[in-house]
């Protein structure tokens, strides 16, 4: 069972940033695959970028050139930069590891971009 922990979410003006942090139980290494989804209110759950184990990276199109999910020099932290946020982007940001055929996730952590 991997645990994760999410933060860095909270309240920023449209046009801010914001980076937030995935932190493993173990390390992510070797055939895992990590990433972020999203869920808005009154909306379903929806993948928003995932990092592979070689090093290949996937965005969904509302989110290109906007966001970056990168690893720390641990080897158990994942960080997603997210730039010019808009209220579109309001949302529990949610990490996810999968490893083995399993996928565990993290319990969320909130986004509000308002004025």
């Known amino acids: 069972q991997v645990q994760i922990v999410e933060s860095g979410g909270g309240l920023v003006q449209p046009g801010g940033s914001l980076r937030l942090s995935c932190i493993t139980s173990e390390g992510i290494g070797w055939r895992t695959n990590v990433g972020w989804y999203r869920q808005a209110p009154g909306k379903q759950r929806e993948w928003v970028v995932s990092?592979?184990?070689?090093?290949?990276?996937s965005y969904t199109d509302s989110v290109k050139a906007r966001f970056t999910i990168s690893r720390g020099s641990a080897q158990n932290t994942v960080y997603l930069q997210m730039n010019s946020l808009n209220a579109e982007d309001t949302a529990v940001y949610y990490c996810?590891?999968?490893?083995?055929?399993?996928?565990?996730w993290g319990q969320g952590t909130q986004v509000t971009v308002s004025s």
């Open positions: 990092l592979s184990s070689g090093g290949t990276t």
């Open positions: 996810y590891v999968e490893r083995s055929g399993s996928t565990y």
